[in-house]
Nanobody, 116 residues
Framework: QEQLVESGGGLVQHGGSLRLSCAAS????????MSWYRQAPGKERELVAR????????NYADFVKGRFTISRDNVNNAVYLQMNSLKTEDTAVYYC?????????WGKGTLVTVSS
C-alpha cells in the first residue's frame, strides 16, 4: 500500500540545522506534489512547504521562508526538508504528505525539538 516514512528528526540547539527525509512507496511518486506539514503541541497542523511533481515549483509558509528548503528525488522516491537557522518555535512533529488520486497519504511524523 501507499506509504510515507519520515526520518531525520531530533534535538538541536537554536540556530542549528536538520535535514528531514521522507521515503515514499506504493505509488507513482513522480506523478504527485509532495508537502511537509508540522504540528506543535496544542496547535493545529500547518503547511510548511510544498513541491510540485517535477520539482519545478516550491512554495513555503512565511514562517520558514528563507530558512527551509524542500527538494525531491524522483529516482529514489524521496522528498527532503532542509531546515536551517532553527528556532525554538520550529519544535513540532513534522509530517510528509501526498494527495493521491483517491486518498490523502500521511507519514507517521518525525519529532523535531529545538532547544534554547
Amino acid at each position: 500500500q501507499e506509504q510515507l516514512v519520515e526520518s531525520g528528526g531530533g534535538l538541536v540547539q537554536h540556530g542549528g540545522s536538520l535535514r528531514l527525509s521522507c521515503a515514499a512507496s506504493g505509488f507513482t511518486f513522480s506523478n504527485y506534489a509532495m508537502s511537509w506539514y508540522r504540528q506543535a503541541p496544542g496547535k493545529e497542523r500547518e503547511l510548511v512547504a510544498r513541491i510540485t511533481d517535477s520539482g519545478g515549483t516550491r512554495n513555503y509558509a512565511d514562517f520558514v521562508k528563507g530558512r527551509f528548503t524542500i527538494s525531491r528525488d524522483n529516482v529514489n522516491n524521496a522528498v527532503y526538508l532542509q531546515m536551517n537557522s532553527l528556532k525554538t518555535e520550529d519544535t513540532a512533529v513534522y509530517y510528509c504528505y501526498a494527495r493521491l488520486f483517491i486518498m490523502d497519504c500521511w507519514g507517521k511524523g518525525t519529532l523535531v525539538t529545538v532547544s534554547s
